[in-house]
């Protein structure tokens, strides 16, 4: 089984959501691929980081955000969490279902922190969901230049950390540690 069948199997119709889920997904993964070739020294598995960055976004069918034809019933907050659990219900052969299901959970922002959750009143559970892999950092990185509301844009490093900046200097940080690492 590869990226697609798993987006076949939980976005059914072609409709808005699945086009946004896949353009948003593409840019990741292509984004995240660039790192891998320009960064052998990282040492990523480019087969990993493609499926991974096809998947992080899984779980936004799940949510509530009507601008970008979602229409579940989760908090947009949430979809990392929902998409690890609906790749960690999955039972394929030819994937490590668990490290895609943390690259899912642990994408969201620049990571968030149990303090973040907490301090933020985040609909989460109280723990980290901060990227720990070499992969799960260069994913959540490259998803920080792609927006599913405006999908012909790519951000520039000033716009991304401005996105970041209003949810606390924690995650400013992370993602400026990224941008020494990965530019």
């Known amino acids: 089984m590869d990226y697609q069948s798993v987006i076949n199997h939980f976005y059914k119709e072609d409709d808005a959501l699945r ?8 840019q990741v993964a292509d984004r995240a691929l660039l790192i891998c070739r320009n960064h052998p020294e ?11 960055a096809m998947l992080h976004d899984i779980g936004i069918i799940q949510c509530d ?19 690890a659990e ?9 994937f490590d279902v ?15 922190s149990e303090k973040e959750i907490v ?4 609909p989460l559970p109280p723990q980290d969901f901060l990227p720990e892999t070499m992969a799960e950092q260069v994913i959540c990185y490259a998803d920080k230049f792609y927006s599913k509301t405006k999908l012909s844009q790519e951000k520039t490093i000033a716009q991304a950390e401005r996105s970041l900046a209003k949810f606390g200097e924690e995650g ?9 690492l990965f530019e």
Do not use: K
Request: proline fraction near 4%.
């Open 172 to 180: 400013l940080s992370r993602f400026r540690r990224w941008v020494q």
């Open 19 to 26: 086009h946004i889920l896949l353009v948003h997904s593409r």
């Open 65 to 83: 955000a009507p601008s970008i034809h979602c229409h579940g019933t989760q908090p947009y907050i949430c979809h990392g969490r929902l998409g």
């Open 86 to 94: 609906m790749l960690r219900g999955l039972q394929v052969s030819g």
């Open 42 to 52: 990282l040492g990523l598995d480019p087969n990993f980081v493609e499926t991974a």
């Open 98 to 112: 668990e490290a895609l299901a943390r690259v899912c959970e642990r994408h969201t922002g620049a990571g968030l």
């Open 119 to 122: 301090g933020q009143g985040l």
